[in-house]
């Protein structure tokens, strides 16, 4: 079963940084790709950017936070991570982790919610001007 547990979200101001953490359990590398989602209030859940557990530095974002976040993990810690910098005040929002196995992946494609089986409880962000 696997397990998703986040952590790091918090208020700041615009311009300014956070680092959200995911201890995640209960997968086997190289066959489940990792990602963030988040929901902003009022707002369908919107996909933010997601990683292959396997490796080869394959990780994707949506163009809304391309160069500004980076996801990465430490198979180590069993530990997903996403660095939110020059946060803006339409970043505020609860954020989730979300696991996907790769045959769902790869049928519906890394940006759909219905792709990802298991999620966090989620952790909120709030991004003021």
């Known amino acids: 079963q696997v397990q998703l547990v986040e952590s790091g979200g918090g208020s700041v101001q615009a311009g300014g940084s956070l680092r959200l953490s995911c201890a995640a359990s209960g997968y086997t590398d190289s066959t489940y790709y990792l990602g963030w989602f988040r929901q902003a209030a009022g707002k369908e859940r919107e996909w933010v950017a997601s990683?292959?557990?396997?490796?080869?530095?394959?990780?994707y974002y949506a163009d809304s936070v391309s160069g500004r976040f980076i996801i990465s993990q430490d198979n180590d810690k069993n530990m997903l991570y996403l660095q939110m910098n020059s946060l803006k005040p339409e970043d505020t929002a609860m954020y989730y982790c979300?696991?996907?196995?790769?045959?769902?992946?790869?049928?519906?494609?890394?940006?759909?919610?219905?792709?990802?089986?298991?999620w966090g409880q989620g952790t909120q962000v709030t991004v003021s001007s």
């Open positions: 979300a696991a996907g196995d790769i045959a769902a992946i790869l049928r519906f494609g890394v940006r759909t919610r219905g792709s990802y089986g298991y």
């Open positions: 990683l292959f557990t396997g490796g080869g530095d394959r990780t």
